[in-house]
């Protein structure tokens, strides 16, 4: 019975699409993220027919691909490595890659059934292990090598990239009913900027 209420209750429905969607998105824009930046890290800029192209280094190709034949995995253990998160963090990644592709490929039957307390928790570990990541990125690669001075001292926990904060726009908008408060906040960029 629970299964048909999921599926025709209109909020039950609406609430697992949106779980599913969230539990998705973030779980896709974590990967990118550690895929992209050690690339890009990493990469050679050419340029190739009039534009410019980042080329897998021969060190990238060396350092992070060797790790593992998965893109993204290999990422990962590079971050591993380089102490910017642990074991437990990694297994955190590895169950989510497993929840995800469950919830994807078998999105139907998912929404129908639901979703447990331990999605939740793992959600919340998800987000967790984004916030870690992307601030480690920031303090230990981004500010070192920016070539900036940063002057005084500047809160290491308070750092956050352009990804990650749209990101977490989006889902305080979708699970915190924080639409209102965004809404106001870009008309008020917009009259600063003079953007119509």
Known sequence: ??????????????????????????????????????????????????????????????????LSK??????????LKSEAITEEDYKVFQTARIRRNEITHQFLQNIGNGFEESDVELFGKLLSLY??????????????????????????????????????AVNEILLGNQGEYYKQLLEKLQKYCNVE
């Open 131 to 168: 916030r870690k990541i992307d601030k480690w990125w920031i303090n230990e690669i981004e500010i070192p090598i920016s070539g900036d001075y940063i002057q005084g001292n500047y809160d290491q926990e308070d750092v956050i990239g352009g990804q990650a904060m749209i990101l977490s």
């Open 70 to 79: 998965y893109v993204d995995d290999a990422s990962m253990q590079w971050f």
């Open 1 to 66: 019975m629970d299964w048909i209420n999921n599926i025709f209750d209109e909020e039950n429905l609406k609430m697992n699409v949106q779980f599913a969607a969230l539990f998705v998105l973030n779980y896709e824009c974590l990967k990118d993220f550690v895929v992209n930046q050690i690339r890009d890290f990493y990469s050679d800029d050419v340029i190739e027919n009039v534009r410019w192209v980042h080329k897998e280094s021969d060190k990238y190709k060396r350092e992070v691909r060797t």
